[in-house]
């Protein structure tokens, strides 16, 4: 059973600290690479994560996320990063495409969770 907590904040989605397997990359790494388990702090409208490359505000990102109902894939912008890429930096991310369905699938996970 995953841990989370949650968060109580003015946004559009509430936002849950959790473990996922998710995978990564930007239109430039030419590699998709594999899912791996990782915290995550996740939401509808985006996700925060700890990025092992260097990313860059602006960034396109392109994701998938694993759940039990399977993978929802996902596009999203990077919006914020803070840290040294060295030790790992906190990515924030905004979903800039996801399908209605795979959103409603990710939303559901969270109010299970």
Same mark, same amino acid.
């Given at each position: 059973? =995953?841990?989370?907590?949650?968060?109580?904040?003015?946004?559009?989605?509430?936002?849950?600290?959790? =473990?996922?397997?998710?995978?990564?990359?930007?239109?430039?790494?030419?590699?998709?690479?594999?899912?791996?388990?990782?915290?995550?702090?996740?939401?509808?409208?985006?996700?925060?994560?700890?990025?092992?490359?260097?990313?860059?505000?602006?960034?396109?990102?392109?994701?998938?996320?694993?759940?039990?109902?399977?993978?929802?894939? =996902?596009?999203?912008?990077?919006?914020?990063?803070?840290?040294?890429?060295?030790?790992?930096?906190?990515?924030?991310?905004?979903?800039?495409?996801?399908?209605?369905?795979?959103?409603?699938?990710?939303?559901?996970?969270?109010?299970?969770?």
């Amino acid at each position: 059973m =995953a841990t989370y907590s949650v968060d109580v904040e003015r946004r559009d989605y509430f936002r849950v600290d959790v =473990a996922l397997p998710v995978a990564y990359w930007r239109e430039t790494d030419h590699v998709q690479p594999k899912l791996d388990l990782m915290p995550v702090n996740i939401s509808g409208s985006g996700m925060r994560l700890v990025a092992e490359r260097p990313m860059a505000v602006g960034d396109t990102v392109s994701l998938r996320i694993g759940l039990p109902s399977g993978v929802v894939p =996902a596009q999203a912008k990077v919006v914020r990063v803070q840290g040294q890429p060295e030790t790992g930096s906190s990515v924030s991310m905004q979903f800039t495409a996801i399908g209605n369905h795979d959103q409603e699938r990710l939303l559901e996970y969270m109010f299970a969770a």
